[in-house]
């Protein structure tokens, strides 16, 4: 059975920095790509990064600069450090491979960038 468990939000100022971790399962190798993904409230859940097994990485126009996104192999958890956090950015972060599966969403992490 496929789990990824999110951990790592919290609330943060504008300006700050936050990482987050998404646990896995089972290896990361099963998949070819992962990403992370977000739901603000009243939206869509929306692509933010995504890696593929080659290591190339892919971001979302709001976020490119501002996030990087990584993965180990080793501990099968894959990585978002955000850094220059926005208001905008507050929503609820999630991974999933990419394309996602509708199965396998987890219960995401709150970040909440005020001040």
């Known amino acids: 059975q496929v789990q990824f468990v999110e951990s790592g939000g919290g609330l943060v100022q504008p300006g700050g920095s936050l990482r987050l971790s998404c646990a896995a399962s089972i290896s990361l190798s099963t998949f070819y790509a992962m990403g992370w993904y977000r739901q603000a409230p009243g939206k869509q859940r929306e692509s933010v990064a995504s890696i593929t097994s080659g290591g190339s990485a892919g971001y979302a126009e709001p976020v490119k600069g501002r996030f990087t996104i990584s993965r180990d192999y080793v501990k099968n958890t894959v990585y978002l450090q955000m850094n220059g956090l926005k208001p905008e950015d507050t929503a609820v972060y999630y991974c999933?491979?990419?394309?996602?599966?509708?199965?396998?969403w987890g219960q995401g992490t709150q970040v909440t960038v005020s001040s």
């Open positions: 999933n491979r990419r394309p996602p599966g509708e199965d396998y």
